[in-house]
């Protein structure tokens, strides 16, 4: 595994071949630039998360293309990720939590279903105001993640004049 410091001209010399490869800086260990057969470029870390060793599995975090950062900016980000899996934390761990955190369908689904006594009264009132649940519904914001739409408790009542609940 070839190490140099990756520059501009190092990323322009990078040519792609049939399998990705990577290019490992020697500024920061683990970081590199990955090339795909594409000729598409990108900045990445390796590491081994906590308690490390042969026996754990490396992981890989992308920073960001070519475009996005330079050779600089790409080494300070991966040197932050090396400090933080020197301190015993994951970098990818919360990307993963947010991806396994429930979506606002699945968490409409468990509200209907722990409250099946009361959802007759909810399609009485779906009756009276019809655009009550068709907005909660739009396909788009079914997929999004629970946490990126629920506000903090203190957004959802506004006590100023003209009192209203907000969802």
């Not at 520059?7 to 800086?25: C, G, M, Q, S, W």
């Not at 260990?29 to 590491?47: A, C, H, I, Q």
């Not at 090396?82 to 968490?107: I, L, M, S, Y």
Request: with cysteine; glycine share 8%.
């Amino acid at each position: 595994m070839a190490t140099t410091k990756i520059l501009k001209h190092t990323i322009e010399a990078a040519e792609p071949k049939p399998n990705r490869y990577v290019v490992f800086d020697s500024v920061v260990p683990g970081s590199g630039l990955r090339v795909y057969p594409t000729g598409r470029k990108v900045w990445v870390f390796v590491y081994r998360p906590w308690p490390g060793g042969a026996g754990t599995t490396k992981k890989t975090a992308l920073i960001g293309t070519t475009d996005d950062f330079t050779p600089d900016h790409a080494r300070k980000l991966a040197d932050k990720m090396r400090a933080q899996v020197k301190t015993g934390k994951d970098p990818q761990a919360e990307k993963a939590a947010h991806r396994r955190a429930p979506t606002v369908k699945e968490v409409g689904d468990a509200f209907l279903v722990r409250h099946e006594p009361h959802q007759r009264h909810l399609e009485s009132r779906a009756a009276d105001q019809p655009q009550a649940l068709p907005r909660c519904r739009r396909p788009q914001q079914l997929r999004r993640q629970f946490a990126d739409v629920a506000r903090p408790v203190g957004q959802w009542v506004s006590f100023q004049p003209g009192f209203r609940i907000g969802l």
